[in-house]
């Protein structure tokens, strides 16, 4: 009885864990880069000789240029 719980138990852990790798998939590709205004998956923001750099606009920065979008995938705009 007792392993035939935790067989159900594991199995519902494993599909639970299988419907939320989509949804987190999503979330991580909703970043945008503001100097190419290319969706990116991750920032693509990197260190070079202690500054910041932009492989995307091959170009140093003085912030990170990526921002998250919106559900309906338009940018936020700041005002």
């Known amino acids: 009885m007792r392993r035939a ?3 159900i138990l594991g199995t519902l852990l494993l ?10 998939s999503k979330k991580e590709a909703a970043i945008r880069c503001t100097l190419t ?12 000789e202690g500054k910041l750099y932009c492989p995307l606009a091959k ?3 003085e912030k990170c240029c990526c921002e998250p979008t919106q559900q ?4 936020k705009k700041n005002s």
């Not at 205004?37 to 070079?48: A, F, G």
């Open 15 to 24: 599909a639970g864990l299988a419907l939320a790798g989509p949804q987190a």
């Open 72 to 75: 309906g995938g338009a940018a």
């Open 59 to 61: 170009k140093t920065i």
């Open 5 to 7: 719980a935790s067989l």
């Open 37 to 48: 205004n290319k969706k990116i998956e991750k920032c693509c923001c990197e260190q070079r």
